[in-house]
């Protein structure tokens, strides 16, 4: 018990008044979790049991990719006028209630049309996820000081991990024990409960005042100093200079468009392989939900033991290190995915994964966070939604094709190597 509770505590003493934000925060991907091991995780099965094409799993994807790109700079401007915390709980709720759209679709459509409302709704939902996926980055860097950042994002995506390979488990048990499609409904009432409560807890979050250096770990001391001069004198200049540079393509330039380049080939990468994993699986393979269910698990148990260990791999390599190492081990998963009629390999795939994303995921925003002015932290982060976006769509959309015309084999043997690639470039010149 002792060894488990060292694992979740921080080497610094956590403040009192930040002990609750911690708290719901871990409550919050908790009960996403459950979001992520049911509809999350088996969507794109579903829809590859309904006979979607690769393609059409695509879309599902990139459909919010779209909705991204075209509503994420009047968003961040938007954001920038918004109480933070109210702005991501309010779009969290709206883009999460439409989950309950998914269970009786069963009962209303046929198959083959049944496909298309689901990209439908996907694109609909995906209008106030955007404010979500903006809003909340910044938030997370208002809600949890510097210091504390790769300690609360470790046990996040400690909680994640777990709350996820149990949802996981069981509903790949679920899906074999109950006929389809009224599996899947269930399936879709569990992810909208998990949401629903994760969304709860992010109403409880509270931003700490950036005004009180006692109250935040700037980078540096002068940096502190320089945000709360800037906030107590007004800064009218640089306030009319927000306002009339809406789209802010000043700062693409210097080193934040090559991180936002290197962000774009990770993601791009990331996503290739995505319309063809179900594919692979249950076309190919000829995988059961359940066998697919035991894989996931085994990603985010591996997950789960990778974020454990975060704080002290990022405390003794940083944050740009460990995520070019987790970007470059992902392109292990589509290389064992060809070998993986053997269990062996696709145990070793899901679990290679799992570290893997443990270490990419649980850095990457953070990285950004070192890389971008604590003062104007939503314009900065309304540019990594467009790139990251903008690699869902070409990955999601480009990966279906590309493997039509080359073959799957040789299309996850391209897309290993370029996760690889991606890596190797964050190391060198991240």
Sequence with gaps: ????????????????????????????????????????????????????????????????????????????????????????????????????????????????????????????????????????????????????????AGIRNAVFAVTTTLTTLLCGWMLEEIQ???????????????????????????????????????RSVE???????????????????????????????????????LVFLFHLFQYLPAPIFPIQMVNVLDFSDQWISVGMAVFYLAMFLGSTQLSQITSKIGNQAALGLGVGLMGAYPLLLLASKEAVYFISASFLGGLAWSLAGGTIINYLLERVPAEDRPAHFAWYNIFLNAAILVGSTLGGPISEMIGLPQSLLLFGAGRILAGLLILWKG
């Design 1 to 152: 018990m002792n060894t488990i509770r060292a694992i979740f505590r921080s080497s610094t003493f956590v403040p009192q008044e930040y002990k609750s934000n911690f708290l719901h925060l871990y409550f919050d991907t908790g009960w996403y979790g459950i979001l992520n091991g049911s509809i999350l995780t088996f969507i794109a099965v579903y829809a590859a049991h309904l006979g979607a094409s690769s393609f059409q799993i695509g879309l599902i994807t990139s459909v919010p990719a779209i909705i991204n790109l075209a509503f994420t700079i009047p968003t961040g401007a938007w954001l920038e006028k918004q109480h933070l915390g109210e702005a991501v709980f309010k779009s969290s709720v709206i883009n999460r209630v439409f989950y309950l759209l998914f269970i009786p679709l069963p009962w209303l459509f046929a198959p083959e049309v049944e496909i298309w409302i689901l990209i439908l709704i996907t694109l609909v939902m995906s209008i106030p996820g955007v404010a979500l996926a903006i809003g909340f980055n910044a938030f997370f860097a208002e809600a949890v000081p510097l210091k504390y950042r790769g300690h609360v």
């Design 180 to 218: 389809f499609p009224l599996n899947y409904q269930i399936l879709f009432g569990i992810g909208l409960f998990g949401s629903l409560l994760s969304s709860v807890h992010l109403k409880f979050i509270k931003s700490i005042e950036p005004s009180k250096p006692e109250l935040i770990a700037a």
């Design 223 to 261: 940096e502190e100093k320089r945000i709360t001069r800037i906030r107590m004198r007004g800064d009218v200049r640089t306030r009319i200079n927000k306002l009339s540079q809406s789209f802010h393509f000043d700062l693409l330039s210097g080193r934040f468009f090559r991180v936002m380049f």
